[in-house]
């Protein structure tokens, strides 16, 4: 079964740098949520798409933003990057509705030098 | 402050044995749970979820408890086998304070499973 595909999977950057990352949600899901994992730690909520509208938002700086394409994927911009941006970021993609789970793509590994 | 909490770091269990997980949660507003598995540089995979109308999901070997006055929920794997050997990841959601969007995920610290063969 098709997965969430993120891309690209490992990213190196240098400080002030900006990037891009990239989620393809699971084929009829129209709900996309992006989870930031430092090292050590659990997965936090960054920002959420339904329908290519924000549903939510939780601790995602400034410096980044994130849409959702007509194509349900979605992209995470991150801008004026900071040691402390380097973590797993991590894509899911559920149904929306109601005790719909969330299934993740395998992460990007962002490195900020 | 941490709405999900797994206070055990690790558990260690005998391939063929019950592994019992746990998981304490603090927002009432929570009305969904759910365990995720992952392994290292891998997105963590949904194994088993239920709602607060529940207190009992059964899916194969693995077995959710919820208990809604102790705000607690154990996740059961039987027989443990050591392909169960991951980190095991609690998770709860719940509507927004606006009530217009479901699926946020609050998630716990993770518990490192290791079944011994």
């Known amino acids: 079964a098709a997965g969430v595909i993120q891309s690209p999977r490992h990213l190196i950057k240098e400080k002030r740098e900006t990037a891009t990352l990239k989620c393809y949600p699971i084929?009829?899901?129209?709900?996309v949520y992006w989870y930031q994992q430092g090292p050590g730690q659990d997965p936090q909520f960054l920002i959420s798409f339904y329908e290519k509208m924000q549903s939510d938002k939780g601790s995602i700086p400034d410096r980044f933003s994130a849409q959702q394409f007509s194509d349900y994927h979605s992209e995470l911009n991150m801008s004026s990057l900071e040691l402390g941006d380097s973590a797993l970021y991590f894509c899911?993609?559920?149904?929306?509705?109601?005790?719909?789970?969330?299934?993740f793509g395998n992460g990007t590994r962002l490195t900020v030098t | 402050d941490q709405q999900v909490k797994q206070n055990s770091p690790s558990l260690s269990v005998q391939e063929g044995r019950i592994s019992i997980l746990n998981c304490d949660y603090t927002?009432?507003?929570?009305?969904?749970f759910l365990w995720y598995k992952k392994y290292p540089a891998e997105g963590p995979t949904f194994l088993i979820s239920i709602s607060s109308i529940k207190d009992k999901n059964e899916d194969g070997r693995f077995t959710v408890f919820l208990n809604k006055s102790a705000k607690h929920l154990s996740l059961h794997i039987v027989p443990s086998q050591p392909g169960d050997s991951a980190v095991y990841f609690c998770a709860a959601g719940g509507l927004n304070a606006g009530g217009t969007s479901y699926g946020k995920l609050t998630f716990g610290q993770g518990t490192i499973l290791t079944v011994h063969p």
């Open positions: 899911a993609s559920s149904s929306g509705n109601y005790n719909s789970p969330l299934h």
């Open positions: 927002n009432s507003m929570f009305d969904y």
């Open positions: 084929p009829r899901h129209d709900t």
